[in-house]
C-alpha cells in the first residue's frame, strides 16, 4: 500500500513554527497508509454511506446495497441509475443519501465529475470545486479524500473539529477557532499543511495539547 510519508514536511515545519516542532518532536515520524483511487464513483459511494454513521452501521448497509448487484464487485453509475429508490432504500440508505448516490452516478455520467485519470492531474481547488457539485458532498469530504487518497501535500482542513481541536489545544489555549483563523495561521505550513493537519489529530489523539 502507498504511504504519505512526512520526513522532508516535519522538517520544513519545525523550521517555520516552534509549538507544531515541539508535537512533532513527541510525536515522531508518521507514515499514512494512503488508499488506492481507481474508481472515484466507489470512493465517493462509500464516502457518502459512511456520513453520519458508526463505521460497521455503514458497513452493513454498503454490503446491502453492493448485493442489489450480483456478479460485481461494485455497481457502475448506469447500474445505480437503473435501480429504484425503493430498492437502494430497502438496503438501509436514507433518502438523503439513496438521492446523493443517484446523483453522483449521474454526475459521473454527464462528466461533471472527472475520471480519477483526470482528477489526479487536477490542483486541490479544482478538484473541490468539480465533485462538491454532488448533492451531499462538501469540501471536507473532498479534502479527506484529497489527503488519504491521493496524498496531496497541502491540504488543510480549517472545519475538520480534530483540527480545530488540536489548534485550540496548541495555540489558543483552549479556544475554539474559526476556520478562517486556522487558514490565515496555516499560510506559514505551506506547502506541507497536511503534514500540518496530521499532526494536529495525533496531538488530540495522544493529548498533547499543552504546547506553551
Do not use: C
Amino acid at each position: 500500500m502507498r504511504q504519505f510519508e512526512t520526513k522532508e514536511a516535519s522538517k520544513v515545519l519545525s523550521g517555520a513554527d516552534r509549538k507544531i516542532a515541539r508535537i512533532i518532536e513527541k510525536v515522531g515520524p508518521l507514515n499514512i497508509p494512503l488508499k488506492s483511487i481507481h474508481n472515484p464513483f466507489r470512493t465517493l459511494t462509500e464516502s457518502i454511506t459512511y456520513q453520519q454513521l458508526h463505521s460497521k452501521a455503514a458497513a452493513t448497509i454498503l454490503s446491502r446495497f453492493k448485493a442489489l448487484y450480483p456478479g460485481r464487485r461494485f455497481p457502475a453509475p448506469d447500474d445505480v441509475m437503473a435501480t429504484s429508490d425503493d430498492q437502494m432504500r430497502g438496503a438501509g440508505l436514507s433518502r438523503a443519501k439513496t438521492a446523493a448516490i443517484k446523483d453522483l452516478a449521474s454526475k459521473i455520467l454527464d462528466g461533471t465529475v472527472p475520471s480519477s485519470g483526470r482528477l489526479i492531474r487536477m490542483e486541490d481547488e479544482e478538484v473541490i470545486e468539480h465533485l462538491i457539485q454532488v448533492r451531499g458532498i462538501g469540501r471536507w469530504t473532498v479534502e479527506m479524500l484529497l489527503i488519504f487518497g491521493y496524498g496531496r501535500p497541502d491540504v488543510l482542513p480549517a472545519t475538520d473539529y480534530g483540527v480545530q481541536k488540536g489548534f485550540a489545544g496548541i495555540y489558543r489555549k483552549g479556544e475554539m477557532p474559526s476556520p478562517k483563523v486556522i487558514l490565515e495561521y496555516g499560510e506559514k505550513w505551506r506547502p506541507f499543511r497536511t503534514t500540518a493537519s496530521l499532526y494536529l489529530w495525533r496531538a488530540v489523539d495522544l493529548g498533547l495539547l499543552s504546547s506553551d
